[in-house]
């Protein structure tokens, strides 16, 4: 097990060993305290779009649900004929930076999450550690009205008129300390300055979201599987920030024979990473899935079923409301 991993459970169990990386916290918080100041004296250059910008992120190292949240208000935002678009850094991705991501874009080229989220929107997407060349990029090929960014929470070199953060239930904050010693990225009082949507396991009467688990699909278009069985033996392969939170979905689906197989996020997979010492059927994320997609293209002989859980994100109706309010505020009006 890698270090990395090793720091990843200990977060999770919120172990007590961490306090030894609390000097490294004080570090942390130095640099990201100076960095910010810097920006916000004008010291640093801050990009302004010529259109408005949405920032979704969250305060947290680990998954949160932003991507599905993402994806639902792109669909949500195109149904209303906002002409939208959408940056992200492309985490783990080669690049040649800034890319434009398209349906046939590889995972390697582009990253994981902005090929899912072009594949389930077709929204117009641009990826680069330079959000301002991404979002350069984005405006010669589209005209568009709003643009979010994929994360980006902490990139104070791009200025931004909305912030959401995607705030765990189910994770919380955790010890409530800075990285390394704890998983936050900023201290939890950045909460009191952008718009919370508070990620829970139902639905609530306020603006929260949660997701809900929609029927497992084939990801090999060369085998013959006719029906989902819950109750057979599955290897459960995941590669994300939260891998308690697939299990969970798997609950909802009364999957429970299934041995685990946890990948650190953005895992880059190999095929012998899918081949295990028995023959059951793989079960495993939208997430996970496109890079399998890609895997499964380089290796047609693969003959081991790969089922598919999709989830989608549901916000309760006070998320759109605020966001009706949000836009019209930087001159979008939704009907």
């Known amino acids: ?18 306090v030894v990386l ?32 949405m920032v979704i992120g969250n305060i947290t190292v680990g998954g949160s649900g932003k991507t599905p949240l993402l994806i639902q208000l792109v669909k949500y935002l195109q149904q209303q004929g906002v002409r939208v678009g959408v940056i ?14 398209t349906q046939s874009s590889e995972p390697d080229a582009a990253g994981d999450e ?27 090929n589209q005209q568009l009205d ?40 900023e201290p939890k009082s950045r909460l009191n300055h952008s718009t919370v949507i508070e990620h829970t396991k139902v639905a609530q009467p306020k603006q929260n979201m949660h997701l809900e688990v929609g029927q497992p699909y084939l990801l090999n278009a060369n085998l013959d599987t006719p029906w989902f069985d819950p109750k057979q033996y599955f290897n459960a392969v ?16 009364e999957v429970d024979q299934y041995q685990a197989h946890e990948f650190p996020d953005h895992h880059d997979y190999e095929i012998a990473d899918l081949s295990f010492d028995n023959p059951d059927a793989i079960i495993t994320t939208e997430k996970d899935a496109v890079k399998f997609k890609a895997l499964l293209k380089q290796h047609p002989e693969f ?15 006070d998320c759109y409301v605020l966001l009706k309010q949000q836009l019209k505020q930087v001159g979008i009006q939704l009907s």
């Open 22 to 53: 609390r000097p490294l916290s004080w570090l942390y918080r130095l640099g990201f305290c100076t960095n910010q100041a810097l920006y916000k004296n004008g010291l640093k250059k801050v990009y302004k779009a010529p259109v408005p910008v």
């Open 238 to 253: 995941v590669g994300i920030g939260f891998p308690q939170r697939f299990y969970q979905t798997l609950s909802k689906l």
């Open 146 to 185: 709003l643009i979010i960014s994929d994360d980006g929470l902490q990139h104070w070199a791009l200025a931004r008129e909305i912030e959401w953060i995607v705030l765990d239930q189910n994770r919380g904050l955790g010890n409530e300390k800075l990285l390394p010693e704890g998983y936050l990225r």
């Open 1 to 18: 097990m890698s270090m990395a991993q090793r720091i990843q459970d200990a977060w999770n169990e919120q172990a007590s060993w961490l």
């Open 88 to 101: 992200s850094r492309g985490y783990g991705a080669e690049g040649p930076f800034p890319l434009l991501v």
């Open 303 to 317: 003959n081991i079923p790969i089922w598919v859980v999709p989830v989608e994100a549901v916000l309760s109706p």
């Open 114 to 140: 902005p090929c899912l989220i072009v594949q389930s929107t077709q929204v117009p997407m641009a990826v680069g550690p330079n959000r301002q060349a991404a979002i350069e990029l984005l405006l010669q």
